[in-house]
Nanobody
């Protein structure tokens, strides 16, 4: 299977912005759906956003007005631009990919990255 590598996390104060990147290698051509998930310590993993092969995005809950998911197919990369970060956004952020149709954050993904940590202080 393919591999996903996330980067761009860090420790920032509330109100800051971060841009996460996920570089995909070795994915089959039919794997068009990609997304971002996050998991805080002691919490279950939750979907953040997905983006399909036509760059149509779907967002989950409270991130919809602050986060933007995008992709660059030539670079095999997706991004998550996070603005106005809050302490509640503190999580390990994971990139995922799959063949999901429709491509939605609440559906099952098969390929996962190792995550990039985002810490937001008050």
């Amino acid at each position: 299977q393919g591999h996903l590598v996330e980067s761009g996390g860090g420790s920032v104060p509330a109100g800051s912005s971060l841009n996460l990147s996920c570089v995909a290698t070795g994915l089959r051509g039919d794997i068009k759906c990609m997304g971002w998930f996050r998991q805080a310590p002691g919490k279950e993993r939750e979907g953040v956003a997905t983006i399909d092969g036509l760059k149509s995005p779907t967002y989950v809950g409270s991130v919809a007005t602050r986060f933007t998911i995008s992709r660059d197919n030539d670079k095999n990369t997706i991004y998550l631009q996070m603005n106005n970060l809050r302490p509640g956004d503190t999580s390990m952020y994971y990139c995922a990919a799959g063949t999901l149709v429709p491509c939605k954050p609440w559906r099952k993904f098969d390929t996962w990255g190792q995550g990039t940590q985002v810490n937001v202080s008050s």
